[in-house]
């Protein structure tokens, strides 16, 4: 299935490569579109072997993309689930370890948290708790529950967001509490001790770490972005707000769910839960609003991840995404312009909605997940699946 959406500059062409439905309570992929479960997210592993999903039922499944993926061939492959990691909680948030490699079986780690539970490291290819990592409330000693994770660049420690809180774990000491811990502002919004220049108030939903100058951004469904040296170890660099922006009144969005710096640590690119596009902020420069997205159609509660992925042809950074469509949308460079930013293609490849893109690290090649809550009277309307696509133009 991939009809073009059409409208804009020109037709986005993605060729199929393999594809897989949400797996049945046996393990095995049930037929697209028969199942109240739905794939939330799918992401690549560091190393680009395998393919990472988070799921409606709860459950964390790691699919090994076989080597001869690219070969030509009638039909796309069939993708079944290598190991599943169950939960009987929602994910809260995934993290793959950045020193991922497949290889080497020790390295392939996953890193969740649910409710009610310590944040869990485990063997993304047998499922096995490797460590866990307690994050308390010192005065209800009751589980803190992050709703964003993210390991440093080197691996030895990670970042978990909650209300108000940063926590820096090492990787390398299990049932140990964090090593540092930074209270980016007051939890009550009647609170009023604090800076508004430097208080991040509202529960952490997303965390990017500057790789040029170790910057920890992190924000919150209240709509602030905060900004913090030494990874989040070290003093609030300022805070600000989405609120009121221009825009604000065009794309609209009620929290952040993703946060992406530029590899060259200039811009801030942010997403958010029912909003139209993403925004981007030139953090070095102006520090102001630079430019945004339109057109996304991500009008939903649900979370729906934006793919910030490097042009080998332009040599600049472009922006993929879906929407509740099922129509995946490319921004060539957002960054160049200044204001709203139409896509530069776009063309469905699903019925429904349309959660996730990520890129290939280093071949052009997008995992996408699709799938939403489904009633009796719908099932024929949408598709819950994950698929691999070629992408052969995308000019």
């Given at each position: 299935?991939?009809?073009?959406?059409?409208?804009?500059?020109?037709?986005?062409?993605?060729?199929?490569?393999?594809?897989?439905?949400?797996?049945?309570?046996?393990?095995?992929?049930?037929?697209?579109?028969?199942?109240?479960?739905?794939?939330?997210?799918?992401?690549?592993?560091?190393?680009?072997?395998?393919?990472?999903?988070n799921?409606?039922?709860?459950?964390?499944?790691?699919?090994?993309?076989?080597?001869?993926?690219?070969?030509?061939?009638?039909?796309?492959?069939?993708?079944?689930?290598?190991?599943?990691?169950?939960?009987?909680?929602?994910?809260?948030?995934?993290?793959?370890?950045?020193?991922?490699?497949?290889?080497?079986?020790?390295?392939?780690?996953?890193?969740?948290?649910?409710?009610?539970?310590?944040?869990?490291?485990?063997?993304?290819?047998?499922?096995?708790?490797?460590?866990?990592?307690?994050?308390?409330?010192?005065?209800t000693?009751?589980?803190?529950?992050?709703?964003?994770?993210?390991?440093?660049?080197?691996?030895?420690?990670?970042?978990a967001?909650?209300?108000?809180?940063?926590?820096?774990?090492?990787?390398?000491?299990?049932?140990?509490?964090?090593v540092?811990?930074?209270?980016?502002?007051?939890?009550?919004?009647?609170?009023?001790?604090?800076?508004p220049?430097?208080?991040?108030?509202?529960?952490?939903?997303a965390?990017?770490?500057?790789?040029q100058?170790?910057?920890?951004?992190?924000?919150?469904?209240?709509?602030?972005v905060?900004?913090?040296?030494a990874?989040?170890?070290?003093?609030?660099?300022?805070?600000?707000?989405?609120?009121?922006?221009?825009?604000?009144?065009?794309?609209?969005?009620?929290?952040?769910?993703?946060?992406?710096?530029?590899r060259?640590?200039?811009?801030?690119?942010i997403?958010?839960?029912?909003?139209?596009?993403?925004?981007?902020?030139?953090?070095?420069?102006?520090?102001?609003?630079?430019?945004?997205?339109?057109?996304?159609?991500?009008?939903?509660?649900?979370?729906?991840?934006?793919?910030?992925?490097?042009?080998?042809?332009?040599g600049?950074?472009?922006?993929?995404a879906?929407?509740?469509?099922?129509?995946?949308?490319?921004?060539?460079?957002?960054?160049?312009?200044?204001?709203?930013?139409?896509?530069?293609?776009?063309?469905?490849?699903?019925?429904?909605?349309?959660?996730?893109?990520?890129?290939?690290?280093?071949?052009?090649?997008?995992?996408t997940?699709?799938?939403?809550?489904?009633?009796?009277?719908?099932c024929?309307?949408?598709?819950?699946?994950v698929?691999?696509?070629?992408?052969?133009?995308?000019?």
């Open positions: 299935m991939s009809d073009n959406a059409s409208g804009h500059d020109g037709e986005l062409h993605l060729k199929p490569l393999a594809h897989g439905g949400v797996p049945d309570n046996t393990g095995h992929s049930s037929k697209p579109g028969h199942d109240s479960n739905y794939y939330k997210s799918a992401e690549w592993s560091p190393d680009g072997t395998c393919v990472i999903t799921s409606a039922d709860n459950h964390i499944r790691t699919f090994i993309v076989p080597p001869n993926l690219l070969e030509e061939r009638e039909q796309p492959l069939k993708l079944e689930p290598y190991c599943t990691i169950p939960s009987f909680e929602p994910v809260n948030a995934l993290a793959c370890y950045p020193n991922f490699d497949l290889q080497d079986h020790s390295t392939a780690l996953i890193l969740s948290t649910a409710s009610e539970h310590p944040i869990r490291l485990s063997s993304a290819l047998t499922a096995q708790l490797v460590g866990s990592y307690p994050l308390i409330s010192p005065t000693e009751a589980y803190i529950k992050p709703q964003a994770l993210l390991f440093t660049p080197g691996g030895n420690q990670f970042i967001g909650s209300e108000a809180l940063l926590s820096t774990f090492d990787i390398s000491r299990p049932g140990d509490q964090p540092s811990s930074l209270k980016t502002g007051p939890k009550s919004g009647r609170a009023s001790w604090s800076n220049a430097t208080s991040l108030r509202g529960l952490i939903s965390l990017a770490i500057d790789p100058y170790n910057v920890l951004s992190a924000g919150t469904l209240s709509r602030q905060g900004l913090y040296d990874a989040g170890q070290g003093e609030c660099v300022g805070v600000f707000s989405l609120q009121g922006t221009e825009a604000d009144f065009m794309i609209s969005g009620s929290g952040v769910t993703q946060i992406c710096w530029s060259c640590g200039r811009y801030l690119y997403s958010e839960r029912k909003s139209n596009g993403s925004m981007i902020y030139d953090i070095r420069k102006t520090g102001q609003l630079l430019s945004w997205t339109t057109d996304r159609q991500a009008v939903t509660n649900q979370r729906m991840k934006v793919e910030l992925a490097m042009n080998t042809e332009t600049y950074e472009d922006i993929w879906g929407g509740t469509d099922g129509i995946m949308r490319l921004w060539q460079a957002p960054h160049l312009s200044e204001g709203p930013v139409s896509p530069t293609s776009q063309t469905r490849i699903h019925k429904g909605h349309l959660n996730s893109a990520s890129k290939h690290p280093t071949a052009d090649v997008l995992v997940a699709a799938g939403q809550r489904q009633f009796m009277d719908s024929a309307n949408s598709d819950s699946s698929q691999l696509w070629q992408i052969s133009d995308a000019s």
